[in-house]
């Protein structure tokens, strides 16, 4: 089965350039898209196919994929975007998840 | 306003049944896919099962195939997920979500762009 890697952790400073990593064999070849999670609530889609930004997703998020590197940016990075980050791809009809990114800013 | 929420949860004894129930609203239901996601307590995202807008195909993560029966009623703009032999691993917050199924110039996306609250399934003695 497909399978998707995230490093556990990423730290950022506020203000500075968060990058959020999903490795994936040939991920390029797939459509990427990020989910923010914040403890207690419920995940949302902040990039969809690969770079598209959802209505109210803030500018400072982007996203990237090519060939087996899926990234999220985060520019100007802000206290609210501390949360768990989940890369997801579509593989034979089933959806796959990664492991998740706690991203703390500090 | 676009929602989904959830329900049925609760708690119930290994080798037990549960069915939960998302009721949709605020747009047309019956032209998007579905899909269940499951969170364990303190874990990552997991899968769990799609389903296609009129229920024509039906995917599930390898460890529920058998246990677990996606469906939906468009009708009543309704999804549920029967769970049967529960086991202490399927404990876990359960989400519905809409489904974005569609091909891009080379290949096929699907994300989910709505999800409810969720509702808690726990499989406890």
């Known amino acids: 089965s497909y399978e998707l890697t995230q490093p556990p952790s990423v730290s950022v400073s506020p203000g500075q350039t968060a990058s959020i990593t999903c490795s994936g064999d040939k991920l390029g070849d797939k459509f990427a898209c990020w989910y923010q999670q914040k403890p207690g609530q419920s995940p949302v889609l902040v990039i969809s196919q690969d770079t598209k930004r959802p209505s109210g997703i803030p500018e400072r998020f982007s996203g990237s994929n090519s060939g087996n590197t899926a990234t999220l940016t985060i520019r100007g990075t802000q206290a609210m975007d501390e949360a768990d980050y989940y890369c997801q791809a579509w593989d034979s009809s089933t959806v796959v998840f990664g492991g998740g990114t706690k991203l703390t800013v500090l | 306003e676009v929602q989904l929420v959830e329900s049925g949860g609760g708690l119930v004894q290994p080798g037990g049944s549960l069915r939960l129930s998302c009721a949709a609203s605020g747009f047309t239901f019956s032209t998007y896919w579905m899909t269940w996601v499951r969170q364990a307590p303190g874990k990552g995202l997991e899968w769990v099962a799609n389903i296609k807008q009129d229920g024509s195909e039906k995917y599930y993560v390898d460890s529920v195939k058998g246990r677990f029966t996606i469906s939906r009623d468009n009708a009543k703009n309704s999804l549920y997920l029967q769970m049967n032999s529960l086991r202490a691993e399927d404990t876990a917050v359960y989400y519905c979500?809409?489904?974005?199924?569609?091909?891009?110039?080379?290949?096929?996306?699907?994300?989910?762009?709505?999800w409810g609250k969720g509702t808690t399934v726990t499989v406890s003695s």
């Open positions: 979500a809409r489904g974005q199924h569609g091909s891009g110039s080379y290949t096929i996306y699907y994300y989910m762009d709505v």
